[in-house]
């Protein structure tokens, strides 16, 4: 394999899975625990005017051209929803395509300083803009392309975001969607022919199931990935899929020149990715929509959104509940959770968003000695509700969570959180600290519910811990209860030598 010339020689990282591999995840990332990004971009205005009745794929750039004739992605000769709205609301693909939804990019309700303290105020410590999507448009000052929202919208959000999240303590992350940018305009020059001067945007001609992208397609990927970490010096990039799909010399030049970078920016930073792009030694595994149904070393990350991703009119989103919930069990596996705002295509985020995030950081704010910081425990859980399997996309299964479902984490050895899913009915009973199951063999000395002052009433034995129900419950979701703990004590051999031989 051939280095790279952007890479020395003498660099701590060189482009090998065998230097790559003494990467180690930053405490930073695994204390975290919660992080937000923002899916938002000239796409975001397509599904306006759409019909509440009728169901519209994701990734509207590729299903737009989908005619069901020139290009049937079903199969079935028949014109997607998404093609059908787009020739009533803009015109026939084939004139108005994807470049014409770039040229309407409207971000006159953006304000980095109010998603900021939003994202501060939901509890998140890291955040960042979806940097560059499936559309190959770059949401900053891009001077690797110039489709770039500098050009169309007059703004940069990367920078600005940047700017207020690291002023409000937070780290700043972005996220990169390109690779599969090959595949997504490949409808686009199936339906019709494409100016050549916008291959910068379409890439360059190429069949409907050409998995193979050229040399153009690789060096304008990296052009703006390089443009990226040099101009905005991010602590966590992460990747959507297809990135596996590219080649390897690609994927380790990436992975060596950021690593390397980070070093001289004195930064300890991580990358998240799918599949098989990496490998859990070399960068932090991510889940999209998921999770594993136990306990995962090293850390891990899940990317999930509480409705669809970009914006869709009407959307519904999930409860706070049910995202604490999520949150809980990622924590207690050892997991970090990347959570999705879809804001409107203004880059004004949604009121059902704001009250959401809000919730969640309230919830925070009083349990969040419970989630920042913490390690697995022994056993992460206990409880009737468990994932059937591990994995990408099973939040898809409706899950509801009890006050039977326990999940626990720790802060050190003398410290242990037991956190209740839900509001109890009567005692809580923890089975897995049963003096006869021996999970925990350590005494308790005291046992607290987070955010209250109530002096609690409890016992162990052989049924579990058991903890009279406290009068009052100091939030609505799930309860948090902190058990100090003497730790594991040996005593030393002492005395006399002789003291000790039969």
């Not at 625990?33 to 306006?48: D, L, Q, T």
């Not at 939804?101 to 939901?122: H, R, T």
């Not at 448009?137 to 690797?144: E, G, P």
């Not at 914006?311 to 990622?330: H, M, Q, T």
Request: a negative charge; aromatic letters at 14%; charged letters at 25%.
């Amino acid at each position: 394999m051939a280095y790279s010339p952007l890479l020395n020689a003498q660099s701590p990282y060189k482009p090998t899975w065998e230097s790559l591999e003494r990467y180690e995840i930053p405490e930073w990332f695994q204390d975290a625990k919660f992080g937000i990004y923002a899916h938002w971009g000239p796409v975001s205005s397509a599904f306006e005017g759409t019909d509440p009745d009728k169901y519209y794929r994701g990734w509207h750039g590729m299903i737009m051209y989908d005619d069901g004739k020139k290009v049937s992605l079903n199969g079935n000769g028949k014109p997607s929803n998404n093609y059908l709205h787009h020739a009533e609301k803009y015109g026939d693909p084939e004139q108005y395509g994807y470049k014409y939804i770039i040229e309407q990019f409207d971000p006159s309700g953006f304000d980095a300083e109010v998603w900021a303290e939003l994202f501060a105020k939901s509890g998140a410590k890291f955040a960042g803009p979806v940097a560059m999507h499936h559309d190959n448009f770059a949401m900053w000052d891009s001077k690797a392309t110039r489709w770039n929202s500098m050009n169309y919208g007059g703004i940069d959000p990367s920078a600005a975001l940047k700017e207020a999240i690291e002023n409000r303590g937070m780290r700043f992350m972005a996220s990169f969607h390109h690779a599969f940018t090959w595949k997504y305009f490949g409808p686009a020059h199936a339906y019709g022919d494409i100016d050549p001067k916008d291959y910068d945007l379409y890439t360059n001609p190429h069949e409907l199931d050409d998995d193979t992208p050229d040399k153009d397609f690789y060096k304008s990927w990296w052009a703006k990935l390089k443009e990226y970490i040099d101009t905005y010096q991010p602590d966590l990039i992460w990747f959507d899929w297809w990135l596996e799909n590219m080649d390897e010399e690609t994927r380790l030049k990436f992975l060596a020149y950021y690593y390397n970078q980070a070093e001289k920016w004195g930064k300890e930073v991580a990358v998240a990715y799918k599949e098989s792009t990496f490998t859990t030694s070399t960068a932090v595994k991510d889940y999209e929509r998921g999770r594993p149904n136990q306990p995962k070393s090293p850390a891990w990350l899940t990317d999930t959104s509480p409705g669809a991703w970009f914006y869709r009119p009407g959307a519904k989103f999930k409860s706070p509940n049910e995202l604490v919930d999520i949150l809980v069990d990622i924590v207690a596996k050892n997991g970090v959770m990347l959570l999705n705002v879809p804001p409107d295509p203004d880059g004004s985020i949604p009121s059902e968003m704001v009250d959401l995030l809000t919730d969640l950081g309230s919830w925070l704010e009083v349990n969040g000695e419970a989630i920042y910081g913490t390690r697995p425990w022994a056993v992460f859980g206990e409880g009737p509700t468990r994932l059937p399997e591990g994995g990408h996309k099973i939040e898809k299964l409706e899950i509801s969570y009890t006050a039977e479902d326990i999940r626990y984490v720790k802060k050190s050895d003398q410290l242990v959180y037991a956190i209740v899913m839900d509001k109890p009915d009567g005692d809580i009973v923890l089975k897995t600290l049963s003096t006869d199951i021996g999970a925990l063999n350590s005494k308790i000395l005291e046992v607290s519910l987070v955010g209250s002052e109530e002096k609690l009433e409890w016992e162990r034995n052989e049924k579990g811990l058991i903890i009279k129900k406290p009068a009052e419950l100091p939030t609505g979701y799930a309860h948090c209860f902190k058990l100090t703990l003497e730790g594991y004590v040996e005593n030393d051999i002492g005395g006399d030598v002789e003291d000790h031989i039969d």
